[in-house]
């Protein structure tokens, strides 16, 4: 592929992607600067790999999985590190109640996180999640359901 058409392509890839790549890496690392860092490099594989695409389904869940393995590999790089401040955090949400859900979400196991969100906030049904983070749609069925029991449980924690 020539250098002058990725350079257009790519633009139009960070326009229509770029703020849902960022919540999903938000949400995933918990963390301003790594959700920045994350999507900047996923954005770099994209130019740097020129994949080529069925359709823009194919081309988002390839950028969905992509970006979680990177975020996956900074939590392993940091993992004992602490998180950003929750005030933070609160700044991502545009109304009180979804930076409380916010905070929650980032409370969540990861595996929990990342079906939770790709499947309330983006959209994505079991089976497409399943195929874009490489498990079975039973496996991202029953994370759903624990990732629910854990925000239940949460919920009820701050509720009291």
Not at 31 to 38: F, I, P, S, T
Not at 45 to 54: D, G, H, I, L, S
Not at 107 to 129: C, F, N, P, Q, T
Request: neutral net charge.
């Amino acid at each position: 592929m020539r250098k002058e058409k990725l350079i257009p392509d790519a633009r139009r890839v960070v326009k229509e992607y770029g703020n849902s790549l960022y919540r999903l890496c938000s949400v995933m690392t918990g963390n301003r600067e790594d959700a920045d860092d994350a999507v900047q490099e996923c954005f770099l594989k994209y130019v740097e790999k020129a994949p080529q695409f069925n359709d823009e389904e194919h081309e988002k869940a390839w950028l969905i999985r992509v970006a979680s393995n990177i975020c996956k590999d900074i939590l392993r790089k940091r993992k004992h590190q602490s998180f950003v401040s929750l005030d933070e955090i609160r700044n991502l949400g545009t109304s009180e109640d979804n930076a409380q859900i916010l905070e929650m979400l980032v409370s969540l196991e990861d595996k929990y996180r990342i079906v939770i969100h790709l499947h309330y906030v983006e959209g994505y049904k079991a089976w497409e999640i399943a195929s874009v983070i490489g498990i079975t749609e039973a496996a991202v069925k029953k994370r759903l359901q624990r990732g629910r029991e854990a925000l239940r449980e949460i919920y009820e924690k701050e509720a009291r």
